[in-house]
T-cell receptor
Framework: GEDVEQSLFLSVREGDSSVINCTYT??????LYWYKQEPGAGLQLLTY?????DMKQDQRLTVLLNKKDKHLSLRIADTQTGDSAIYFC????????????FGAGTTVTVRA | DAGVIQSPRHEVTEMGQEVTLRCKPI?????LFWYRQTMMRGLELLIY????????DSGMPEDRFSAKMPNASFSTLKIQPSEPRDSAVYFC??????????FGDGTRLSIL
């Protein structure tokens, strides 16, 4: 959707950190999500952040939220070949509106 | 724990035929979502249900598409008659209220 934008491709060397960026337009967004999609599979929830937070860390994953700039990022530390996938940013308003708006997805390629 | 279960995984049929996609949400989840994924349009929300009631069907492309949720553990998405442009991957997702959505593995639909 046009409400959520992501760069389309990212190439990273194995062992380096990956940073995937996302911008959104809806200031009433309540929850922001990162999903991972491997070839032929569904979307796997990686992590999510509530809009009153600015950072969340979960093992190799770090999510940063700049609410003023409506910018969300996902950092993957020590990127592995198994991290090669499409990563989707999504936002929802929460409350009684459960719909998700997805970005177009960032294809991450991990090279040896 | 069983995740969202979709069937069939793959469907190939000729245009004009009726197609029925099935979804079993995660037990205890009260919201169910149908998405379509294509290269051109990305992920699109078609319809979502809350407590078995359709809440928003604004994404349903046209009258050829219909969705039902007769009970909390089953939903169908039907296309009649099908057309080649309906070829896509169709995902079902479920959630508990505004908690994160969990996706099935999808049905890859090809209309010849």
């Amino acid at each position: 959707g046009e409400d959520v934008e992501q760069s389309l491709f990212l190439s990273v060397r194995e062992g380096d950190s990956s940073v995937i960026n996302c911008t959104y337009t809806d200031s009433s967004s309540t929850y922001l999500y990162w999903y991972k999609q491997e070839p032929g599979a569904g979307l796997q929830l990686l992590t999510y952040i509530f809009s009153n937070m600015d950072m969340k860390q979960d093992q190799r994953l770090t999510v940063l939220l700049n609410k003023k700039d409506k910018h969300l990022s996902l950092r993957i530390a020590d990127t592995q070949t198994g991290d090669s996938a499409i990563y989707f940013c999504a936002e929802s308003r929460g409350s009684n509106d459960y719909k998700l708006s997805f970005g177009a997805g960032t294809t991450v390629t991990v090279r040896a | 724990d069983a995740g969202v279960i979709q069937s069939p995984r793959h469907e190939v049929t000729e245009m004009g035929q009726e197609v029925t996609l099935r979804c079993k949400p995660i037990s205890g989840h009260n919201s169910l979502f149908w998405y379509r994924q294509t290269m051109m349009r990305g992920l699109e929300l078609l319809i979502y249900f809350n407590n078995n009631v359709p809440i928003d069907d604004s994404g349903m492309p046209e009258d050829r598409f219909s969705a039902k949720m007769p009970n909390a553990s089953f939903s169908t998405l039907k296309i009649q008659p099908s057309e080649p442009r309906d070829s896509a991957v169709y995902f079902c997702a479920s959630s508990q209220d505004n908690q994160p959505q969990h996706f099935g593995d999808g049905t890859r639909l090809s209309i010849l």
